[in-house]
């Protein structure tokens, strides 16, 4: 008992003993200096009463030992505008945070600004006080005012380059209304907006000032896994598709006109849907679509015309004309390089709708691309999928085109109904395709390869090029939306 007794006193104090070592074993010294990866974060344009991007910054302990912070706090407390997680726990003060010995723990912080009440620019600072030493971070935001749309849906307007427009769960234009947008006007959508149209848009936009459709997210990282935020590279969310919805021309639109319009980081850029007419459904021209997550165009039973447009990255279609109709597309490159997995061309035409083992069949009156590139990173990136023995039209002509398509595959390019003086499976040679520019450089197979009559039949669209350069100075056009430089 006696033996017992003097082991059980003798582990307590051994506990003991390390307990009180353990928790000696910090680093103490008065001018404890912790590391910052940043020593400021900016919020670049914040819209008024959204909240922004989430950013982050790493606090990293450089010593053998642990240490402890003894307070993490916003300077501006409950007055700030900005709010903090830290290190996984959501609060703007924290107390006695431990960092393990050359250990790390991440700040993340964001912002909401209401330019009606607060300041443009808004600041702060994170506070770090270790013993005697304080340290800081400093936030910076800058706020913008916008034109809010909210659930609504709208008459007959303008709208102008005063200031942005900011789309928050979807606007729409009511039937027989029309909207106007004017050149440099720039129209953000919050995540799963949409923009519907019941009636008719104009966008008048010029080469000097074309109109933006983007989403609202400008900063921040586009994924949370860029090796768990060590490379600090992906600071913006420009080629993030699947951002916003897209602009949906409903099937009770009607003479959409779109001029030298940039369109991206949504779903769908443009989804024109089930009206066939004498006129257009949609003419668009001189316009940018890119980084949709499902496709660029994506049009049914409808009547489009499209003339120096370049269609690119997008992870299903870049266009894809389906259940019929008739469609024109000149001296446009379509292009996809789209870097996620893709099983399915940039061009995609059929003429039919198969529904619970029923084929519903669509004429096809046309379905015509002339001076066009369509190529990509797939084997095959033009495929016509279509009925034409049972009753139904099925027309497609790729002419003076530069084509990618599988000489494996089963389609058959030198039937002349459908492929006439191609250009088959070369390398169109862009400038430089990984950061999307796709102008031609030395030595494209796409230069003066063009049918001449072709700029002729929109002079006022085709005879200059998407960056407004003349494409009949010399002996032929060049295939594409570029002429060569």
């Known amino acids: 008992m006696k033996l017992f007794l003097k082991i059980s006193i003798f582990l307590i104090l051994s506990f003991s003993i390390l307990i009180n070592c353990n928790k000696s074993n910090y680093y103490k010294d008065g001018n404890i200096s912790l590391e910052f990866s940043k020593d400021t974060v900016i919020f670049d344009t914040i819209f008024s009463g959204i909240g922004s991007a989430t950013r982050y910054f790493k ?4 010593y053998n030992l642990p240490v402890i912070i003894s307070e993490i706090k916003l300077e501006k407390e409950s007055a700030s505008k900005f709010r903090l997680n830290i290190n996984g726990t959501a609060g703007n003060s924290s107390k006695n945070i431990e960092i393990e010995a050359k250990d790390s723990i991440y700040i993340f912080a964001d912002v909401t600004i209401n330019t009606d009440n607060d300041d443009i620019l808004e600041t702060d600072k994170v506070v770090f006080n270790t013993g005697n030493n304080e340290q800081y971070v400093n936030l910076v935001a800058f706020g913008q005012d916008v034109h809010f749309f909210k659930d609504s849906v709208i008459q007959t307007q303008t709208w102008t380059n005063d200031k942005p427009y900011l789309i928050y769960n979807s606007v729409a234009l009511d039937e027989n209304q029309q909207l106007t947008v004017e050149s440099g ?8 907006s949409r923009i519907m149209i019941l009636g008719t848009l104009t966008v008048n936009g010029t080469s000097e000032n074309p109109v933006i459709f983007e989403a609202d997210r400008l900063n921040g990282h586009s994924s949370i896994f860029d090796d768990i935020f060590d490379n600090d590279t992906t600071d913006n969310y420009y080629d993030v598709a ?29 989804q024109v849907d089930s009206v066939q007419n004498a006129n257009p459904q949609l003419s668009i021209h001189n316009s940018i679509i890119e980084h949709h997550s499902y496709a660029g165009i994506f049009a049914q039973v409808s009547n489009i015309l499209a003339t120096n447009c370049l269609i690119s990255d997008c992870g299903y279609y870049n266009v894809a004309v389906t259940r019929g109709g008739d469609y024109k597309f000149y001296h446009c490159t379509i292009d996809n390089h789209w870097k996620g997995i893709r099983n399915t061309p940039a061009v995609f035409i059929n003429n039919y709708y198969q529904y619970n083992g029923t084929v519903y069949l669509y004429d096809l009156e046309n379905a015509y691309f002339g001076n066009c590139i369509i190529s990509g990173n797939k084997e095959t990136e033009c495929s016509a999928d279509g009925f034409s023995d049972q009753g139904a039209l099925f027309n ?3 002419e003076n085109c530069l084509l990618k398509i599988d000489p494996e595959s089963n389609i058959n390019t030198n039937d002349i109904t459908h492929y006439k003086n191609i250009i088959l499976n070369a390398d169109p040679i862009y400038k430089d395709y990984s950061e999307y520019n796709f102008m031609l450089d030395t030595g494209s197979p796409a230069i003066n390869q063009g049918n001449l009559l072709i700029p002729n039949l929109f002079p006022s669209y085709l005879n200059n090029d998407l960056n407004n350069i003349s494409r009949i100075n010399d002996s032929a056009p060049d295939i594409g939306c570029y002429e060569y430089q």
């Open 242 to 270: 699947g951002q916003w919805g897209g602009i949906w021309l409903t099937k009770l639109s009607k003479d959409n006109e779109i001029n030298y319009a940039l369109i991206k980081n949504a779903d769908i850029g443009i």
């Open 185 to 192: 006007t720039h129209i953000y959508s919050h995540r799963n």
């Open 396 to 398: 497609y002509t790729f």
């Open 59 to 62: 606090v990293k302990n450089p």
